[in-house]
């Protein structure tokens, strides 16, 4: 007895371990942000400090010119980063995107967004060096302003970057945080079962209380991890620029411009457009028609140079129908077009329903395909450009099964070892970058609750209910209408719906391998032959003794921790970051 207790006490142990290692990764992936965020601000500081005591800094901020441009690219430590330089008389001095090798003085007054910030205009001032943070009314998002007072002038370096895009979590602090919650939920559930088993005092309650304590712990944890996963998941590529601002934007374009002169290329000409997507008609699991409005707006001096118009290189089937012209009063003009295109959708993690995000992803390219044109989001035409706000789609816009869950812009730079008979390029590859519109999709849990694990979990309590029949007692069989052949019976007929059930979901799904809903199909398959066996073992209790004790509690009571202990663990494999 003294030894089973001490194995009792070492498995607490252990558990108690699982439950700090838990508790410790959580704690960690929480602390990331604020731990990369100081790093982030530490090397912005150092690069700021360095360029600013450049003997030839103050010159090269005067001069303007191609050595002005590439050092506001150097300023330019990440993606979602715009620099600029400000002096004490307020007067901003910035890359001209018109003319990449002339940078011009221009009035506070005219960027009124960072006119009305208060800390920049003190440290602009009184001429020093910090950083701040602040809230932007129009993006909805926070952004980290660094200043930096450049020696011996009136000149300060100012770098502006989207907070959001500094401290998001990795794929190594998303693994981290998905661990944590694992140990905890596995340490919790062993604990209460544990309890469970050690406080009643009959052998039998001692069986059921802790079987049926873990089984419904376990059962509440794959629902956690699930949900947790689903409402997680985000299939933004790690190459992609979201375009959630216009100086992100801006600021893009201009290091990129820089990117393309240096490889011997020529900059680009950029042309504002829009995308309004009014419905969605999933024709297969594998293809969807779009329908709904573009348009582009070519400034007065573009106008006879860049053709207007679009294509999309992604579908299968396109058709545009210019609808109508416009002119603007300051010389552009605007093109609506209504278009209808057959676009493959894109399912990273198919292998996850019904817990999958899609994403639709639609390239927007430009017909003047040798002009060099690259597309400008225009974010004056929506109402707030931030990706909760779902800019450019419908809002009655009906997707049976499907929620909307956020829809923005990317830039994707690629490169090919082509120069397509028209690019320039000493490197012998060509750059280029392509606007995208996306749109995220999270499947509604609710039809796949009703359609699929409903009749699942109905089906393994009548499994559960036939094994409870088991029974070597002949009073008891007698009642209860025990007999190996009726279980048998049973269990067929039980099988040959479940079966069809699932070809019916992988034909629906169009799954190559195997899915997740594979693993609740193969359990209940499973359940089915304990079930069978069990009946039959049952009938000789005098060579199957373990099978037999105490009226075949064994098997009754762990066919639940069985169930979800395989669905747990297949809950992991699955949904573990990738």
């Known amino acids: 007895m003294k030894k089973q207790n ?19 990764l959580i704690v960690k992936t929480l602390n990331y942000g604020y731990y990369t965020q100081e790093k982030f601000i530490n090397k912005t500081q150092s690069v700021l400090r360095k360029e600013a005591i450049k003997k030839d800094v103050v010159e090269i901020v005067e001069e303007g010119g191609k050595r002005f441009n590439k050092l506001l690219t ?65 993006s909805k998002e926070t952004l980290l302003c660094f ?23 990795t794929i190594k602090e998303k693994r981290y945080f998905f661990l944590g919650i694992a140990c905890c939920i596995i340490s919790i559930t062993f604990t209460i079962a544990f309890l469970g088993w050690i406080f009643p005092k009959n052998i039998k309650h001692k069986f059921w209380y802790s079987t049926s304590l873990y089984s419904i712990l376990l059962a509440v944890g794959v629902s956690s991890l699930c949900v947790f996963s689903n409402t997680h998941n985000d299939y933004k590529n790690p190459d992609e620029v979201s375009l959630t601002d216009q100086n992100i934007i801006d600021g893009y374009l201009d290091k990129y411009d820089n990117q393309l002169i240096e490889k011997g290329g020529r900059g680009t000409n950029r042309v504002k457009a829009g995308i309004f997507i009014k419905n969605i008609d999933f024709e297969s699991s594998t293809k969807a028609i779009y329908t709904g409005y573009l348009w582009q707006k070519l400034e007065k001096d573009q106008i006879g140079i860049i053709k207007e118009g679009f294509y999309f290189s992604d579908s299968y089937k396109s058709e545009l129908e210019k609808l109508y012209e416009k002119d603007g009063s300051d010389g552009a003009k605007t093109y609506v077009w209504y278009f209808k295109c057959i676009l493959n959708n894109h ?87 392509e606007l995208f519109y996306n749109i995220i999709l999270r499947r509604s849990f609710l039809g796949a609750f009703i359609s699929i694990f409903l009749p699942i979990f109905v089906t393994l309590v009548m499994v559960f209910i036939l094994l409870l029949t088991c ?12 007999s190996a052949g009726g279980i048998l019976a049973s269990t067929a007929a039980l099988f040959f719906v479940v079966i069809v059930a699932q070809i019916d979901l992988r034909d629906k799904v169009a799954a190559d391998g195997l899915i997740y809903m594979d693993i609740y199909y193969f359990v209940t398959y499973l359940s089915f032959m304990i079930a069978n066996v069990d009946s039959i073992l049952i009938c000789w209790p005098d060579k199957f003794k373990w099978i037999a004790w105490e009226d075949n509690i064994i098997v009754k009571s762990i066919f639940w921790p069985i169930v979800t202990s395989i669905v747990f663990i297949s809950t992991l494999y699955y949904y573990f970051p990738r």
């Not at 002096?87 to 005219?110: C, G, H, W």
Request: aromatic share 14%.
């Open 471 to 482: 029974s070597n007692d002949e009073v008891r069989s007698k009642k209860l209408g025990f």
């Open 347 to 433: 399912l990273p993690e198919k292998n996850l329903y019904p817990f999958d995000v899609e994403e639709i992803k639609v390239r927007l390219s430009s017909i003047d395909f040798g002009n060099n044109v690259i597309l400008v989001p225009d974010t004056r035409d929506y109402v707030d450009i931030e990706p909760y706000a779902k800019p450019g789609v419908y809002k009655e816009l009906s997707l049976p099964g499907w929620n909307v869950s956020e829809s923005f812009f990317t830039y994707l730079k690629e490169e090919f070892d082509s120069t397509f008979g028209v690019f320039s390029s000493n490197t012998g590859s060509v750059y280029h970058t």
């Open 147 to 169: 200043v930096q007072a450049i020696p011996n002038s009136k000149w300060s370096l100012v770098v502006t970057v989207l907070k959001e895009s500094i401290v998001m979590k």
């Open 6 to 24: 001490s194995y009792l006490i070492l498995a607490f142990l252990v558990v108690e371990i699982f439950l700090v290692c838990g508790i410790t």
């Open 74 to 138: 150097t300023l330019d430590i990440a993606q979602n980063s715009f620099a600029l330089v400000i002096n004490s008389d307020k007067k901003i001095k910035m890359y001209n995107k018109t003319k990449a090798e002339y940078s011009e003085e221009l009035s506070l007054d005219l960027f009124p967004k960072i006119k009305n910030i208060s800390r920049l205009n003190e440290l602009i001032s009184k001429h020093e060096s910090g950083y701040f943070e602040y809230y932007s009314n129009d």
